[in-house]
């Protein structure tokens, strides 16, 4: 939980007047380079210290009390140097600094890279690991010590489609057992196969945090778009330009078409009623900007070139 | 008329054969050396002693014609020729920018293009093995031929301009012409073997570090060692002293040590084709892409 | 062997042996021009292929062409084609972005003028005017990626390689990425292939695929081929209460699964979406969702993985038994 926290590096800002609070579950973090990520990240884990106001991790102060790193995990978006040791020695030894015993902590060990799918690596060197295997390896020892709050910087770099939905699978399950675990990542789909809370940062304070979809229907000068493929849109279209609901209307291709409302909850309903009456045949409803990419570009565009179209689902601009 | 298009647009020029590859890639060599201002100081500072050469040349062959005219007959050998200047400055005098240009332009360079992955930028183009190797030797013995060849074929000139009658010229010519035969050897002793080791790691540093400490510890070892304890044959294996016996082969002058003149010419033939196998087959192995 | 115009690349039978390691087995490929997605597991052998593509590495056996060039006697000619946006760093130390773009075109044999022309118009492109005087080693990540895409392009290439193009861009510098990667065939005309673990961004960009596992490929063709669309399921998402209109689906002869937030609603014999509309609107349940069901492109690259026969997206592993002949990979 972080009350009005401020971190400042000589004159250049950080994180600036930040407040936000973070429970249990999946969230994710974003935010474009130098919104303050990694600031608030390093003052998460106490690698730095706030210059003001009030930041409380599992209910204590973090900057300087190993109590309370001893419950947090940490998972870095850079590689550590510790080329030198086996992937158990590794694991079994972040796990002491975490303060288990030794035994503890070489079994833990093992069961971590095990659940990652390392276990027929574990004896070889951290040298000898590809890149995704290494991401891996840093997973475990954030695992190791079973902490409540976990915080995962850009958690799948390197990892191919396999090792990332094994992953995600596993970091789903962990915010479901209770704990709290902080994703941060620039790519918007992991995260959003991952969780719908979220925390935006931007320009150094909290832009967004809640629920992607709440967000959407918060923002006011993008209203809600209805993209409906069908085989007559522009008689479809006729018909719905009718509705006071319905603000403007696109035709993007032969077979479709894409309307802006600011009233959903009427529009929905009126659809498939007008389409069922015209006989005309609706093949996919969807919405097309309801989703992270959408709500980042909308709230992070500095009143960028309007009209441009947000991605859908399939990452395709309309 | 109307609106340009001022995106990406296709090629529709020339374009030149491959083998220009090795102009590109020596020219852009040189003018990433030149900006260095470690390189330029040393080039021109490289320039002095040659001048220093010619006027101590010039007095000399003064002193000599005086001495002739005074003593005529007797003062034969009294002074010597000053012809031998020429070596005097290639090795004595130059060797040492020479030495200071191959550390800081061939040590450094292939252990930096691994570390800035240039090997992708060079290699995903039309540019072969034999392009790249030549665009990294070449440079650098280019510049140790103008800063040690240059000023030696200056005086050479030098010493035939300011012979006074045409056989004088002729008996001179040598210095002119052991210049053109020793100039590119000395060139590629300097410039190959560097090259070679930088192929051997990532750090910039440690290969100059390395190729340093060759160049100086074997000076010691073979001229200290081979001096001090009467053993002639250890002068071989110093880089610096093999390149002066064979100069001294190449001028007729008398060599330093009682050694017979194949070993040091066949020590640094080695040493220079052992240095461009390396080159071959570390080249043939490095990972392009990951 | 006579390729005709229109094929990109072309592998028979290439192997790969290393030391211990048969890293390619048996490849053979016919892919059309286009933008084509290099798939696979790390380890697969993708970086492999594509360094004999570039003949950079002659196969043990087996040949390979691209563009109509053989790939290990004619690999020069090959280079002049292509463009390569490597994973990693790349860059000469020294220069700064314009003179190593030009140096990326003199390498290719433009004459000096031009390609100091066309390097301040790729830089334009990708969008570094304002930066192109400093020196790369200078560079952030995100102008780092631009500078290699634009010295893959000075050249005019026919074929152009990314590797891991967004890699380490926040969203907004992949979003623009993406972008310019998909607008370079439209205006040029070129063939792309992308190799990337991020596969919303191949399946953004790519219309086509290639996945490679343990050295051989395991399928080769259209992305959607490859994911398989269902014409007699759909997906629907509804505002509240989907056990009503699951209620009413099953009872109109549809049978619906639930999954992830959804419904899943398999059609019967003759029906369609407007059969889910109607039953909708008289439960008077607003639907917010309806398509066609479609595995993304990760899913079917899990399954083509695991070896899994057919692509019922109905079936859960061990699941119910699907009925439907669907079209699967």
Known sequence: MADHLSKWYGKVVGINDFSVEIGPGVTGLLGPNGAGKSTFIKLLVGALRPSKGKLEVLGERVWGNRRVLGRIGYCPEHDGIYDDLTGAEFVAAMGRLGGMSADEAARRGLETLEQLGLAKAAGRLLREYSKGMRQRAKLAQALVHDPELLLFDEPLTGCDPLARVQITKMIKALGGAGKTVIVSSHILHEIESMTDEIVLLYKGQVLAEGNIYQIREMIDNHPHQIRIECDRPRELGQRLVASEDVRAIEFPGEEALVLETANPDGCYPLIPRLALEQGIKIRALTSPDNNLQAVFEYLTRDRGPEGVAPRDAQGRRS | ?290 | MHYGPGVLLAAQQVNKHFARVHALRDVTLQVPEGSIGLLGPNGAGKSTLLKILLGLMPPTSGAAQVLGFDATSRSLDLRQKVGYMPEQDCYVAGLDAVEMCTYAGELCGLPTREARERSHAVLAFVGLEDKRYMKVQTYSTGQKQRVKLAQALVHDPELLLLDEPTNGLDPRGRDEMLTLITELPRRRGCSIILSSHLLPDVEAVCDKAILLNEGQVVFSGDIAEMRGEQRDAVEVRVKAEPEKLSGALEQAGCRVSARDGALWVHLPEGGDADLVFSQALEQGIQIRHLAPVRQTLESAFVRLLEGQPGGQPGDQPGGQPGGQAGEGG
């Open chain 2, 1 to 290: 008329m109307g609106i340009r298009d001022m995106g990406y647009k296709p090629y529709e020029g020339d374009l030149l054969p491959h083998r220009s590859r090795y102009r590109v890639l020596i020219r852009r060599a040189l003018s990433l050396a030149w900006a260095s201002g470690l390189v330029k100081t040393t080039l021109i500072l490289g320039a002095f002693p040659v001048v220093i050469c010619g006027v101590v040349m010039f007095l000399k062959l003064q002193a000599i014609q005086y001495v002739s005219k005074m003593a005529a007959g007797q003062a034969q050998g009294l002074i010597s020729d000053p012809g031998d200047l020429v070596f005097t400055t290639i090795y004595w005098c130059q060797i040492w920018f020479a030495f200071v240009i191959s550390l800081l332009v061939a040590a450094p360079t292939i252990a930096e293009d691994v570390r800035t992955g240039a090997f992708q930028f060079y290699f995903a183009r039309p540019v072969s093995r034999n392009h790249y190797l030549v665009g990294k030797v070449a440079p650098v013995a280019i510049l140790v031929a103008i800063i040690s060849m240059g000023p030696a074929l200056a005086l050479a000139i030098l010493r035939l301009a300011l012979a006074g009658s045409g056989a004088e010229a002729a008996s001179n010519l040598k210095w002119l012409l052991g210049t053109l035969v020793y100039g590119p050897l000395y060139a590629l002793v300097l410039a190959l073997p560097p090259v070679a080791l930088s192929s051997l790691g990532r750090r910039a540093g440690g290969i100059q570090g390395l190729w340093a400490s060759i160049f100086f510890l074997s000076w010691l070892l073979g001229e200290g060692v081979a001096a001090g304890a009467n053993l002639p044959y250890l002068a071989l294996l110093s880089i610096p002293t093999d390149l002066r016996l064979v100069g001294q082969l190449i001028y007729g002058l008398p060599p330093a040590y009682a050694i017979p003149w194949v070993l040091p010419a066949a020590v640094l033939l080695a040493l220079v084709g052992g240095s461009a196998y390396l080159l071959l087959r570390r080249l043939g192995r490095v990972e392009v892409f990951s």
